[in-house]
């Protein structure tokens, strides 16, 4: 039972974090960006506060700005352009889109942390473009570009930002400090929402509110945690190659809860982003070996 228990939680990590997308399409049917936003993090970074005060982890003084920065990229500014660009992106098209990150993250070490990255990137950066210029189309019949692909395709470079930004902090204090920290810094400027989500959550039905408390407790809160435990047992890598079947729970919880399914654009570019996507880690994975 022991062996099969990481196995277990990387499949739930898959599962849950696929549930998020239609779940935020849902809610942003009667709420805006930000308050959802809060509504998910509220429970995580009180939590998160508890857990540094009886933690009582020294931070060098040093590293309190990259936490601050990891936070507000990584929590507050990516779920802001992520839940803006799902009011018009379907929840199938903006998993796919999200999933270009691992790309995104290769050509902003190689600009800006002077990195080194293998020819065949580029190949599979130009293959995510293509795929989120068809998915654009997905809502417009006139060949006009969706801004809302815009939006998520921002929140894909921040998270991959995010990825280089706390990777010294997790090597010095850890996955769970880094990240609680992070998701404590992440979440304050968003109680200036505080007043419309406690309306909501005061006048709305209890489908938006089980909705709400999904988000939060099962996506976030148990979401990481498996998360995390999956990248401690198998190693970043390894588990990082199965956050390529998030669009295909994202699509089948879709339909079976909400009766939706993508449409020819989303189903096209998004197999271009996966299969460019998986290709390159392949690859790259195949030359670290």
């Known amino acids: 039972m022991k062996n099969k228990l990481p196995h277990f939680l990387l499949f739930l990590t898959i ?3 696929g549930s998020s997308f239609p779940v935020m399409s849902f809610l942003l049917n009667v709420l805006e960006p930000m308050p959802l936003a809060l509504g998910r993090f509220l429970l995580p970074g009180i939590l998160s506060f508890f857990f540094i005060m009886f933690s009582k982890k020294i931070i060098a003084y040093t590293d309190i700005f990259r936490f601050v920065l990891a936070g507000l990229i990584g929590i507050f ?15 199938g098209a903006s998993s796919f889109i999200v999933n270009c990150n691992p790309l995104f993250a290769s050509l902003i070490g190689f600009y800006i942390l002077k990195q080194k990255v293998r020819n065949y990137f580029w190949f599979g950066i130009f293959g995510c473009i293509v795929g989120v210029l068809i998915i654009s189309l997905e809502s417009h019949h006139d060949f006009s570009f969706n801004q809302g692909v815009l939006y998520i395709l921002i929140a894909a470079i921040l998270t991959s930002s995010y990825f280089h930004i706390i990777k010294p902090l997790v090597n010095k204090y850890g996955a769970l400090t880094t990240f609680c920290f992070t998701l404590l810094f992440g979440t304050i400027p968003m109680l200036f929402w505080l007043n419309n989500f406690y309306s909501f959550v005061t006048s709305t039905s209890s489908d938006m509110l089980l ?13 990481y945690y498996s998360w995390t435990y999956s990248v401690g047992y198998f190693g970043a890598n390894k588990a990082s190659f ?23 654009y989303t189903l096209i570019g998004g197999l271009i982003i996966l299969s460019s996507v998986l290709t390159i880690m392949i690859l790259n994975h195949r030359d670290n070996q």
């Not at 500014?77 to 929840?91: C, E, M, R």
């Not at 909705?211 to 979401?223: D, E, V």
């Open 15 to 17: 599962v849950v974090w």
């Open 77 to 91: 500014a990516y779920n802001l352009f992520l839940n803006t660009g799902q009011q018009t992106v379907s929840a």
């Open 211 to 223: 909705a709400i408390t999904w988000l939060s407790i099962i996506c976030t809160l148990l979401g």
């Open 242 to 264: 199965f956050l390529f079947l998030i669009p295909v729970f994202s699509i089948i919880i879709d339909f079976i809860i909400f009766y939706k399914l993508p449409n020819f």
